[in-house]
Each structure stands twice: as C-alpha cells, then as structure tokens.
Nanobody
Framework: QVQLVESGGGNVQAGGSLRLSCAASGITFSINVVGWYRQAPGKQREWVAYINNAGFTTYADSVKGRFTISRDNALNTVYLQMNSLKPEDTAVYYC?????WGKGTLVTVSS
C-alpha cells in the first residue's frame, strides 16, 4: 500500500522559513516524479514544485527563488525548503506521487 506522510508545517511570521517533509512507503521516490501542491482557504489546489527521477526540479513562478525541493533517496523522503515566506503562502501543503496524495500539512504565515 502506497502512503505519503507530510510533516513540518506550522505557524511562522512573514520572512521566516519552514522545511516540509514527505515520507513515502510502498513507492520509491527516486524513480518517480514527486510534486508539492498547496491549497489556500477558498482556493483551488495549485502546483508548487516537482522533482523528477533525474533530480530535475521546477517551480511555480510564485515560489521560484524562495522554495527548494530536494530528495533524500536513502530516506525515501522529499523536502520542500520554504524561505522568505509570505502571508499568501498560507495553505495546506500536499505531497503527490503518481496517483497518491498525502493528507497535507498546514502552513500559516502571519504578517
């Protein structure tokens, strides 16, 4: 059974940083594309970043230069380092691999 578990969310002031983690079981991240998505209150879920099997990364324009996605193959975990956080980054952040989604972790950025 494939399972993704996000962690690392919390409350932070604008300008601060957080690192989210997505740990996987039942699937190997290093041979798949893994993405981070987010859903703000009252809005649709949007793509944030992804990393592919070769380690290639890409980002939504809204987070480019502030967020970094990375992968630890030994731990089968993908991270999202979020710096220079803004109130508009407030959302539930989800990890995705193939058709499997985690339950999300809440990030709240106060001004």
């Amino acid at each position: 059974q494939v399972q993704l578990v996000e962690s690392g969310g919390g409350n932070v002031q604008a300008g601060g940083s957080l690192r989210l983690s997505c740990a996987a079981s039942g699937i190997t991240f290093s041979i798949n594309v893994v993405g981070w998505y987010r859903q703000a209150p009252g809005k649709q879920r949007e793509w944030v970043a992804y990393i592919n099997n070769a380690g290639f990364t890409t980002y939504a324009d809204s987070v480019k230069g502030r967020f970094t996605i990375s992968r630890d193959n030994a731990l089968n975990t993908v991270y999202l380092q979020m710096n220079s956080l803004k109130p508009e980054d407030t959302a539930v952040y989800y990890c995705n691999c193939r058709s499997t989604w985690g339950k999300g972790t809440l990030v709240t950025v106060s001004s």
